[in-house]
């Protein structure tokens, strides 16, 4: 063993077992008490911190000694170690890391270190039950934090608004728990906290905090697994028969998290490192260290796309239920036939009141799917977690050969086992039957979307969706912000951006039937580039859209996957910019500010690492706020220049503003 030169204090004993780094990230692990640290760029971003993993009611880690160090031969970034991505936010990317296993008899810790950070996951060595693991971290007090908390009865449920406090201000709220990714900046260094490889285990939360001499640490929350659950959201009749309704509530826990059957692996507890938070949007670690596809399995039928969607505009802004018929579906077919929109979604309505086996006798879906079918569009079919859980393999293949093209699962709301098993089955049935899935009303991703490449999207988010609940602000051109920088550091969401009635800041006044956003309109427009969606529903209506085709036809046509990723500049209390490369060459810049007006400036550097190196002449079509967006947020600039690959653009954001550029040769 190696003598540590680290941090000793809070009563850890200096005894280094295994350090693991990669261009300046570094993960150690120490014995006496079990403990890890991270570093970036050799400034400690997560102190030492014990772990321990707790099986048939035995922590694992007390007294346990090192039986060995395994060190796997570096895999360098040479071509052997480029993945390419079928659905993803870039073309490839990189299996390079260098890892280690440090084994302790009945378990075993696996260190990671990758160019965009680091991970270690706890390995069991034999069967039992999986009572708690202690995956705590410590945040430094001087560290400035960024995070979302939802309450500890709905673990699972994560559409709040994000918050923001120093780390010496966080505390304990015993109604609340921080779910992830949790993300904060210290010593100019910024850290995502988050997980992946989530199989048949819980998600990770974060519950109670204690100050320590290290800082303060936020113990580990975990959903233990369900002994008895109930069906809620339905009618008290098919409560009583054990079907319908939306949820799978748990009614009672059992002790443990999960059981194994066998040795496994759990989790990775990860973390992303990055000079400034705009880095952050350029990694892929949770993505690399999940579970790959089968190497014989085809997703060359997966297709990403748009959707014209009806609920969020209460069908074309008719209302439901008198505008949800088969007259306004094929509305919505012709519409999204005529602008290219690859899918439309059929929401809560096509069916008979959460029961997908008997159709609404308003909408005639065989025929609808049919119609769609002859006009090049494909439907989607919204359905409660309720209605297809211990059904997953007769759903997929009856709605398959139907000819619907997938699903939107919705009101999972829980974060334990049980629902990580669902995910996972569901997916390889729809993945048997070429169907897509948008699991909707789940938590953020854990990388499950590298194994099945059709899950094309995720909710997790509190979008805008929110802004059908009444004339409230919310506040959410912050929210947006912050969102880019934490939720979407994860992975894919499903925000359903593209609100054609705007609203100044503090003024929102839209309803159920006619919801918009708050914001200018140039802001919704950047979000189609800026946030990550392999589907991407458009949450307007046609009659909306019809009345602004300048914007929408823009919106339609922006791509959902990309060639190339690269951070901008902002944090989460500020703005959000991106640069993205299309399949076509071409780069999207686009950027977002909080309620706060803004210059915001860009570089374009990014445009000289086009493949024939960026030569000068780029056109530049442009999309930004206009003089008077502050007031009026639905005026806006359409424009075009000339750019030069490395020019630095600079453009005026009013509050809730924003801009999208597409840079073509």
């Not at 002994?227 to 009618?235: I, W």
């Not at 990775?268 to 596809?293: H, K, N, Q």
Request: glycine share 10%; with cysteine.
């Amino acid at each position: 063993m190696m003598a540590a030169a680290s941090i000793a204090g809070g009563g850890f004993a200096d005894e280094l077992v295994k350090e693991v780094s990669w261009q300046g990230n570094s993960i150690r692990l120490y014995a006496e008490p079990l403990s890890y640290e991270v570093l970036k760029d050799g400034v400690v971003v997560v102190p030492r911190t014990e772990i321990d993993l707790c099986v048939d009611g035995a922590a694992l880690a007390k007294g346990a000694k090192v039986a060995g160090v395994e060190t796997m031969a570096p895999l360098a970034c040479v071509e052997s170690s480029i993945r390419t991505t079928p659905v993803y936010k870039k073309r490839s990317i990189s299996d390079a890391r260098n890892e280690a296993l440090v084994k302790f008899g009945d378990f075993g810790v696996r260190l990671v270190a990758r160019p965009d950070g680091v991970a270690y996951r706890m390995e069991l060595a034999r069967s039992g039950a999986i009572m708690h693991e202690q995956a705590d971290i410590t945040v430094p007090k001087t560290a400035r934090c960024w995070f979302n908390r939802t309450g500890r009865g709905s673990l699972g449920c994560e559409e709040t608004m994000p918050e923001f406090a120093d780390g010496a201000a966080l505390k304990t709220d015993g109604g609340k728990a921080f779910y992830l990714p949790f993300v904060y900046s210290v010593g100019g260094k910024t850290v995502a906290v988050t997980d992946s490889g989530v199989k048949d285990y819980p998600v990770w939360n974060f519950g109670d905090v204690e100050e320590t001499e290290e800082g303060m640490k936020l113990k580990a929350l975990f959903a233990k697994y369900p002994k008895k659950t109930f069906r809620a959201g339905g009618s008290e009749k098919d409560a009583k028969l054990g079907k319908g309704g939306r949820w799978v509530r748990v009614a009672e826990t059992e002790e443990f998290l999960v059981k194994a059957d066998s040795p496994r692996a759990l989790p990775w507890r990860t973390f992303i490192l990055a000079d400034s938070p705009s880095g952050l949007c350029g990694a892929d670690i949770v993505y690399a260290l999940a579970e790959p596809a089968d190497a014989s399995a085809d997703f060359s039928w997966v297709k990403p796309g748009k959707v014209a969607w009806d609920w969020w505009n209460a069908f074309d802004n008719i209302g439901d239920p008198q505008g949800c018929t088969t007259a306004t579906y094929r509305r919505f077919i012709d519409f999204a036939a005529a602008n290219g929109v690859e899918y439309v979604i059929f929401d809560e309505g096509w069916s008979a009141r959460l029961d997908i086996w008997k159709y609404s006798p308003a909408v005639d879906v065989p025929a609808l799917i049919d119609y769609a079918e002859k006009k090049g569009v494909g439907i989607i079919l919204w359905m409660a977690w309720a209605q297809v859980y211990g059904d997953e393999a007769h759903v997929a293949a009856h709605f398959a050969k139907l000819g619907a093209k997938g699903f939107k699962v919705d009101f999972m709301d829980r974060a334990d086992a049980e629902v990580a098993a669902f995910l996972e089955k569901f997916a390889a049935e729809c993945a048997k039957n070429r169907m897509l899935v948008d699991y909707h009303g789940t938590y953020r991703p854990t990388g499950l979307h590298r194994k099945y490449p059709n899950v094309v999207n995720y909710e997790g988010i509190h979008g805008l969706e929110q802004m059908k609940w009444g004339s409230i602000d919310k506040d959410m051109p912050m929210n947006d912000v912050a969102a880019f920088f934490l939720r979407m550091t994860a992975g894919p969401m499903d925000y359903t951006p593209g609100a054609m009635d705007n609203y100044p800041v503090g003024r929102y006044r839209g309803d159920g039937t006619n919801p918009g956003s708050v914001g200018t309109r140039a802001h919704q427009m950047a979000l189609m580039a800026l946030y990550e969606a392999p589907l991407q529903m458009l949450c307007d209506s046609p009659t909306k859209y019809e009345k602004n085709m300048e914007c929408f036809s823009f919106m339609a046509k922006t791509p959902v996957v990309w060639d190339a990723t690269v951070g901008l500049g902002g944090c989460p209390e500020s703005y959000a910019a991106v640069a993205r490369r299309a399949k076509d060459g071409s780069w999207y810049a686009a950027a977002i500010t909080n309620r706060d007006a803004r210059d915001i400036e860009i570089a374009t550097d990014f445009l000289a690492e086009s493949a024939d190196g960026g030569t000068d002449g780029w056109k530049a079509e442009i999309f930004r706020d206009a003089d008077a967006s502050a007031d009026e947020p639905a005026k806006y600039v359409h424009e075009t220049r000339s750019v030069k690959a490395g020019e630095k653009l600079t453009f005026h954001a009013a509050p809730g503003g924003g801009f999208i550029v597409r840079f073509a040769k």
